[in-house]
């Protein structure tokens, strides 16, 4: 999928869940997320222009799973057929869940988050020994910071390198 978020644009694996979605590219995109709308765009590589000649059926080009398929018809009404039977209206269709906008009613919260957002800023802390400017003796590490990175280890990494700095600084 494609997600928008404000100005950016994440790009990655989406899930459905029994209470809502998840999966990586929405773990990303809930760095970027404050209260209003996303976009999402399930069919990224679908090029809608290409196909309207198409001899192949709808639900074989979309490039999803046969039963989200089948849901995404059913949910816009469009009859599965050969792509070059569809109406104005049904591409019309289409290309709106191509943009499809709606607001989260929100997060999970703290006690399901992977990682956390805010905390001391990086300009009140001397970044070769990770202390307090503000509290001689008083270090910050990791996610107590105002450092968050994407999913693949970047947190972990940040937390790591964080402290190994802070360990140096006191040799």
């Not at 459905?16 to 929405?26: L, M």
């Not at 995109?29 to 990224?44: E, R, V």
Request: glycine fraction near 10%; charge should be neutral.
């Amino acid at each position: 999928v494609k997600i928008r978020v404000g100005e950016e644009e994440i790009h990655g694996s989406l899930l459905f869940t029994h209470k809502g979605i998840s999966g990586p590219a929405v773990l990303d995109a809930s760095l970027y997320w404050q209260k209003g709308k996303i976009t999402i765009d399930f069919m990224p590589t679908l090029n809608i222009k290409s196909l309207k000649s198409s001899k192949k059926n709808l639900s074989n080009v979309l490039g999803l799973a046969s039963r989200v398929a089948k849901t995404f018809l059913d949910e816009l009404g469009i009859e599965d057929k050969s792509c070059n039977q569809l109406s104005a209206e049904e591409w019309l269709k289409i290309e709106r869940f191509k943009a499809y906008s709606f607001a989260p009613a929100g997060t999970f919260g703290y006690s399901k988050a992977e990682v956390t957002k805010g905390g001391v800023m990086l300009d009140e802390i001397d970044a070769s020994s990770m202390m307090s400017r503000k509290v001689e003796g008083l270090y910050f590490l990791g996610e107590v910071l105002d450092v968050t990175g994407e999913l693949g280890g970047y947190n972990f990494q940040w937390a790591f390198s964080s402290a190994y700095v802070c360990a140096k600084g006191l040799e």
